[in-house]
Nanobody
Framework: QVQLVESGGGSVQAGGSLRLSCAVS????????IGWFRQTPENEREGVATIYSSHGTTNYADSVKGRFTISQDNARTTVYLEMNSLKPEDRGTYYC???????????????????WGQGTQVTVSS
């Protein structure tokens, strides 16, 4: 079992920055792929970035490459998503998820992730 709690969402203007945090606990975290996903009411859940906790390999959606950075702390208890140069289309509820393996992790595909947090809201105004 893995527990995830997101924080750090808020409202910013376009061009601004936010850092999201995901506090992770549970026995399987050390070997897990952790991912960030986002969703708006009109769109399907979209993969943003993933990181393998054991070796730090990262993957990014094309829409956020060069602007977002996923990382974890040395204790592997928190996963971060640093978001810079935010655009209005980056808005949504951001979810942290764990348990993805293989293709689901590298492709940042939400259906391969077993454990989910409650989400944190990000609003970007133009």
């Amino acid at each position: 079992q893995v527990q995830l709690v997101e924080s750090g969402g808020g409202s910013v203007q376009a061009g601004g920055s936010l850092r999201l945090s995901c506090a992770v606990s549970g026995s399987t975290y050390s070997n897990s792929c952790i991912g960030w996903f986002r969703q708006t009411p009109e769109n399907e859940r979209e993969g943003v970035a993933t990181i393998y906790s054991s070796h730090g390999t990262t993957n990014y959606a094309d829409s956020v490459k060069g602007r977002f950075t996923i990382s974890q702390d040395n204790a592997r208890t928190t996963v971060y998503l640093e978001m810079n140069s935010l655009k209005p289309e980056d808005r949504g509820t951001y979810y942290c998820a764990a348990g993805g393996v293989g293709w689901y992790c590298s492709s940042i595909y939400h259906k391969g992730f077993r454990y989910w947090g409650q989400g944190t809201q990000v609003t970007v105004s133009s």
